[in-house]
């Protein structure tokens, strides 16, 4: 049974990959994940926020006094020639690279184009296989165009392209105009890869502090259902890999995404509820369904339900929503209607 996958031009054993969590940011699970079975890990992100703050406090430290010596400033660089940022999340790489024999995959999460984008070299050249660019963008200037905001992405993922030669994939949300015109852009600016799609964490209310508190809801299978339909509809479309995350439970799950068109899929939230092993399961059940269906490979999997190869492609667009609404009944209704024709 051949489980191997093929993403952003990296050979993997299987297409399970835990996706950025707080599980890697300990050594011991990232070797935990392999001995499961685990094809590549995606590391813990690496915020914006992270690496602007410190070039600040560098700055602030540097220059602090210097206005009553200016000469003072001549004994220092400029703060952008320092090599500075988190060392911890660098040296976190390189033992990983140290202990597994998996791809590590860094994670740099941001929303802006600046200076950040150059810590990509920093990342590459402490062992990463490759980079997950994670762009968690909500926009809220009522001035801003989506034209604006389309063009932010791209210019994002260019500062990061050229500062690397390692593949770069794109995490995005679904929140375009055009999602699939969206898709074709990034492909075309040199995404290796995207993954679909980012989860965004929605603020709550606490009514006794009176604050506004974060809120993390892990996913349910349900969730699956938005990456499914776009992964089976770019599938085909585009020249980058496609990862599928958010929902994916068990290995029918994976299944359906591989028959989608995904390269590979991301699991977190069932690995938060379940543990690490979880993913040895997965990987049983997924050889067990396979044998059962004659399927040799995961290569005769993928994209065989995608709308470029699926019998009515009309399935992923508007004449599925309207079949949903029309066959749908009320769970009350279903069981008046059994017990109706059982007498």
């Known amino acids: 049974m051949d489980l191997t996958t093929t993403y952003m031009g990296m050979t993997l054993r299987s297409p399970l990959v835990p996706s950025a969590s707080p599980l890697s940011e300990d050594i011991d699970n990232i070797k935990r994940m392999e001995d499961a079975g685990a094809a590549a890990v995606v590391m813990h992100s690496l915020f914006e926020e992270q690496i602007t703050l410190e070039r600040y ?7 602090y006094g210097t206005e009553s010596f200016p000469e003072a400033l001549t ?37 802006s184009v600046g200076g950040w984008t150059d810590y990509a070299r920093l990342i590459q050249q402490a062992g990463a296989s490759a980079v997950e660019l994670n762009i968690y963008y909500v ?19 260019q500062a990061v392209k050229a500062a690397v030669t390692i593949p770069v994939a794109v995490k995005l949300s679904p929140y375009f105009t055009n999602m699939a015109n969206m898709a074709k852009r990034l492909d075309n600016a040199g995404a290796d890869g995207l993954v679909l799609f980012n989860r965004f964490y929605q603020p709550d209310i606490n009514l006794e ?13 349900q969730a699956m259902r938005l990456p499914l339909r776009w992964v089976a509809i770019l599938y085909g479309r585009i020249n980058a890999s496609l990862a599928a995350t958010s929902g994916i439970h068990n290995a029918r799950d994976v299944l359906k995404m591989l028959m989608a068109g995904a390269n590979i899929t991301m699991l977190c939230s069932v690995l938060l509820r379940e543990g690490i092993n979880h993913i040895r399961c997965i990987e049983q059940e997924m050889r067990t369904w396979m044998e059962k269906h004659e399927y040799e490979s995961v290569q005769l999997l993928q994209g065989s339900m995608s709308q470029k190869n699926c019998p009515d492609p009309s399935a992923f667009e508007r004449s599925q929503y309207m079949k949903a609404l029309q066959t749908y009944k009320p769970e009350w209704e279903r069981m008046y209607e059994s017990s109706y024709y059982l007498g």
């Open 57 to 63: 406090e560098l700055h602030h430290h540097l220059t």
């Open 75 to 111: 004994y220092f660089p400029e703060p952008a020639n320092f090599r500075v940022g988190p060392e911890e999340y660098l040296n976190h790489i390189r033992k990983a690279k140290e202990k597994v024999g998996i791809p590590i995959i860094a994670s740099l999460n941001g929303s």
């Open 139 to 157: 926009p809220t200037d009522i001035e801003l165009t989506s034209e604006q905001i389309e063009q932010t992405y791209i210019n994002i993922l």
């Open 209 to 221: 502090n009176l604050e506004v508190q974060p809120n993390v809801l892990l996913s349910t299978p």
